[in-house]
C-alpha cells in the first residue's frame, strides 16, 4: 500500500505526458524525460488533488481517500484508452525534436558519471537514515506542515495560525500535502514517505539534466552536466534534508527544458507548453520563489519570442501555456488569499523603508559581497566546481546549436531576472542582512544551479566537439570565422 | 591539449566531490530505526500527548526562554515540543488554560512557574510537566 500510494501518482505523470507528448519515431530516448517529468507532474497533481479535497470535504478523510482513489483509477483508464486510441488513428510518428547524433568517446564519461550516481544514491540514504525527519526546515516546516495536514482533519486549517508564524505557515504546500496524501491513503505516518519524495525529485532532476541535454546536445554532454550536478554535494545533502528547494529546482529545469524542446517542434504543436505552463504553476505551489520564476518565465518569453514569432503563433502557444498553469495557479491564489497568512519578505514595508533600502548602497555592497563568496564555495566542493566551469568554457568554447537560439535567448533573460529578483529580495529584506544571507542564500543558488547548468551545458562545445576542434585546425578556424 | 585537460579536471573533482560526500556518510554510526535525536525527543512527550487535548491551543515555558524565537537557537526545543504535539498549536507564551512545561533538568525551581500563576498538574519526568493557569 504504501509503495502504491507513493508511486500511483507517478504514473498517472507519465499517461498524462504520455498524451500530451510529441509522437516521435524513436520513442526510447524520450523515456527518460517523460519518466523525469513524471515525478514532478505526478506529485503535483496529487499534491493539489489533496489539498483542494482537504478544502472542499475537511469533514471525511476517508471518503477523500476513496474518492481520490477512484478518480485517479478511473483518469488512468481513460488516459490509456484515449493513448491507445491515439496510437490507432495516428500510427505514423508526427515530425519531432532528432535525437543529437553525435556520439564521441562516451563511455570516457559513462563511467564516472554511473559511479557518481551510485555513490550520491547511497549517501542519500546513509543521509536520510541519519536524519530521518530531514535537516531543520526540514521538520520544522515542511513535515510539521505534512503533520497538521494528515493529523487535523476538520481543524487542518490551525496549521495556519499566527502563533506559529516561525514556521512559515504562509508557504505553498506541494511537499508538505503530496507527504499528507500518501499517509491518508496508508493510514499512518511514516519517515519512509518524506525520504523517498525527496530523493525522487533529487534523483528525477539529475535523470532530466542528463536525458535532455542527451537529445538536445549529445550524451556526452548529459553525462558531464550530470557528473556536475551529482558532483555537487550540496544538492545531494538539501535533497536528503527533506527541505524544497531541490523539488523547486527540478520545477524550474523542467519548465526549461519543456521550452527548449517545444522550441524543436513544428510551429503548430504547442503540447509541451501546456506542460510548461503545469511545472511552472507547480514551481509556485512549492515554494515563494515560483511565483517570481513564474513572473520571469512570462517576461523572459515575451521579450524574446515576440520578436522571433508570428504574432498568432505566438498567442496560440501563449494560450498553451495557460492552459496548463491556470488550474495549479486558481489553486496557488485560493490558498494565498484565503487561507495562507502573508509572507513576511515580500510584505510590504512602506513606500519609504522601501525606498530606504533599495537607495542604500551600502545594502548592494554587503549584498554583492555575499553573494560572490557564496556562489564559489555554495555546493560544498573540494574545489569549486563554478571556477572550473568558468575555465572550462574558455577552455573548449562556445557553440550553441542555432534551432535552439531563442529558447536560449530567453533562458538567459529568464534567469538573470531570476537572480536580480533574489538579489533585490535581500536588499529590501526586513531582517538582519547577514543572518538573511548567511542562512539562505546558499538554498537560493541550489534552486537555480540545475537550470544553470543545463543552459550552460547547451551553450559550450560537447567533449567530441572540442577534442575534434583541436585535432582538426582547419575545423577550428573555420568555427571561429563562423563566429561560433 | 587545453580542452582535454579542461573535460579531465571538471571529471576529476565532480567525482572527487562526490566521493568525499560518499565516505563521509559512510563513516555515520550506523543508527537503528526509531533511535534518532528527534525520535527520541519526541518519544519524551508521548505520555503527555495521552492527556493533552487532540485541537487547540497550549501555552509553553521552559527555563531556557529566548528573546526571539524565531532566531534564537535556544528555541529548538519549543519548535520540536510544536512538531511532537502536532495539530495542537503550541503557544510561546505561558497565558493559557493549559502550559507544557519542557525544562531541561528534572528538578525545578518553583519559581520558573509560580511567578506565572502556573499550578502544576503532572509530572511525567524527562523534565516534561502540565501545568494549569491559577485560578481557573
Known amino acids: 500500500?504504501?509503495?502504491?500510494?507513493?508511486?500511483?501518482?507517478?504514473?498517472?505523470?507519465?499517461?498524462?505526458?504520455?498524451?500530451?507528448?510529441?509522437r516521435h519515431k524513436a520513442v526510447s530516448p524520450y523515456l527518460l524525460i517523460q519518466s523525469c517529468l513524471a515525478v514532478g507532474v505526478g506529485l503535483?497533481?496529487?499534491?493539489?488533488?489533496?489539498?483542494?479535497?482537504?478544502?472542499?470535504?475537511?469533514?471525511?478523510?476517508d471518503g477523500f481517500v476513496n474518492a481520490e482513489t477512484t478518480s485517479l483509477l478511473v483518469f488512468t483508464v481513460v488516459l490509456l484508452c484515449l493513448y491507445a486510441l491515439r496510437r490507432r488513428k495516428d500510427p505514423a510518428p508526427r515530425s519531432a525534436p532528432k535525437p543529437a547524433s553525435k556520439e564521441g568517446p562516451v563511455w570516457i564519461l559513462c563511467a564516472p558519471f554511473y559511479i557518481a550516481l551510485i555513490a550520491a544514491m547511497i549517501a542519500f540514504m546513509f543521509l536520510s537514515l541519519d536524519s530521518p525527519h530531514g535537516g531543520?526546515?526540514?521538520?520544522?516546516?515542511w513535515n510539521m506542515r505534512a503533520r497538521f495536514l494528515f493529523r487535523s482533519g476538520v481543524q487542518w486549517t490551525q496549521t495556519f495560525s499566527d502563533l506559529v508564524a516561525w514556521s512559515h505557515p504562509d508557504y505553498p504546500l506541494l511537499i508538505p500535502a503530496a507527504i499528507a496524501r500518501c499517509w491518508a491513503h496508508i493510514g499512518h505516518e511514516t519517515l519512509v514517505v518524506p525520504a523517498v519524495v525527496s530523493m525522487l525529485f533529487a534523483f528525477a532532476t539529475v535523470g532530466l539534466i542528463f536525458s535532455s541535454l542527451s537529445i538536445l546536445r549529445s550524451r556526452s554532454q548529459g553525462f558531464l552536466a550530470g557528473l556536475?550536478?551529482?558532483?555537487?554535494?550540496?544538492?545531494?545533502?538539501?535533497?536528503?534534508?527533506?527541505?524544497?528547494?531541490?523539488?523547486?529546482?527540478?520545477?524550474?529545469?523542467?519548465?526549461?527544458?519543456?521550452?527548449f524542446l517545444q522550441d524543436r517542434l513544428p510551429k503548430n504543436n504547442h503540447g509541451l507548453l501546456s506542460l510548461a505552463g503545469m511545472t511552472a504553476g507547480f514551481s509556485a505551489w512549492t515554494k515563494h520563489e515560483g511565483l517570481l520564476f513564474l513572473a520571469c518565465v512570462i517576461i523572459s518569453r515575451l521579450s524574446v519570442m515576440v520578436r522571433v514569432q508570428d504574432r498568432k503563433v505566438f498567442?496560440?502557444?501563449?494560450?498553451?501555456?495557460?492552459?496548463?498553469?491556470?488550474?495549479?495557479?486558481?489553486?496557488?491564489?485560493?490558498?494565498?488569499?484565503q487561507i495562507a497568512t502573508p509572507n513576511e519578505f515580500i510584505s510590504f514595508p512602506g513606500l519609504q523603508v522601501a525606498v530606504d533600502r533599495l537607495t542604500d548602497g551600502s545594502r548592494y555592497l554587503q549584498v554583492g559581497k555575499a553573494w560572490a563568496e557564496e556562489m564559489v564555495h555554495s555546493g560544498n566542493w573540494i574545489f569549486?566546481?563554478?571556477?572550473?566551469?568558468?575555465?572550462?568554457?574558455?577552455?573548449?568554447?562556445?557553440?550553441?546549436?542555432?534551432?535552439?537560439k531563442p529558447a536560449l535567448a530567453s533562458s538567459l533573460v529568464l534567469l538573470c531576472l531570476l537572480l536580480a529578483g533574489y538579489f533585490l529580495v535581500y536588499v529590501t529584506s526586513p531582517y538582519d542582512l547577514h543572518w538573511t544571507v548567511a542562512t539562505s542564500l546558499n538554498r537560493l543558488l541550489l534552486q537555480l544551479w540545475p537550470s544553470l547548468l543545463l543552459v550552460f551545458f547547451l551553450v559550450v562545445n560537447t567533449p567530441e566537439q572540442a577534442m575534434n576542434l583541436l585535432s582538426s585546425s582547419g575545423k577550428h578556424s573555420q568555427a571561429r570565422a563562423d563566429g561560433t | 591539449m587545453v580542452?582535454?585537460?579542461?573535460?579531465?579536471l571538471l571529471i576529476f573533482f565532480a567525482l572527487l566531490s562526490n566521493l568525499r560526500l560518499f565516505r563521509q556518510t559512510l563513516n555515520f554510526a550506523p543508527k537503528p530505526l526509531g533511535t534518532d535525536e528527534i525520535t527520541l525527543y519526541e518519544k519524551r512527550f508521548a505520555e503527555l500527548k495521552k492527556i493533552l487535548p487532540y485541537h487547540g491551543v497550549v501555552g509553553?515555558?521552559?527555563?531556557k526562554q529566548a528573546e526571539d524565537i524565531r532566531f534564537d537557537a535556544g528555541a529548538a526545543e519549543y519548535y520540536l515540543t510544536q512538531y511532537a504535539l502536532t495539530p495542537l498549536v503550541v503557544a510561546y507564551s505561558p497565558n493559557y488554560p493549559l502550559v507544557v512545561g519542557n525544562f531541561l533538568q528534572s528538578v525545578i525551581d518553583p519559581e520558573i512557574y509560580t511567578s506565572k500563576d502556573l499550578v502544576p498538574l503532572k509530572d511525567f519526568g524527562n523534565g516534561v510537566l502540565l501545568f494549569r493557569r491559577a485560578g481557573r
Open chain 1, 1 to 22: 500500500m504504501l509503495w502504491l500510494s507513493l508511486f500511483s501518482p507517478l504514473f498517472i505523470g507519465f499517461f498524462l505526458i504520455s498524451i500530451i507528448w510529441p
Open chain 1, 384 to 404: 569549486s566546481l563554478l571556477l572550473l566551469l568558468v575555465f572550462y568554457l574558455l577552455a573548449v568554447g562556445i557553440n550553441p546549436d542555432k534551432a535552439i
Open chain 2, 3 to 8: 580542452a582535454r585537460a579542461a573535460i579531465i
Open chain 2, 60 to 63: 509553553y515555558i521552559s527555563n
Open chain 1, 44 to 61: 503535483g497533481i496529487s499534491s493539489y488533488s489533496f489539498f483542494l479535497g482537504l478544502a472542499a470535504f475537511p469533514r471525511s478523510s
Open chain 1, 228 to 259: 556536475v550536478l551529482l558532483g555537487t554535494p550540496f544538492f545531494i545533502q538539501q535533497g536528503a534534508s527533506q527541505q524544497a528547494d531541490v523539488p523547486l529546482g527540478f520545477f524550474f529545469l523542467a519548465t526549461i527544458v519543456l521550452f
Open chain 1, 136 to 141: 531543520w526546515d526540514g521538520w520544522a516546516i
Open chain 1, 315 to 337: 498567442l496560440r502557444q501563449a494560450f498553451s501555456f495557460a492552459a496548463g498553469l491556470a488550474p495549479v495557479l486558481a489553486t496557488v491564489v485560493y490558498f494565498k488569499t
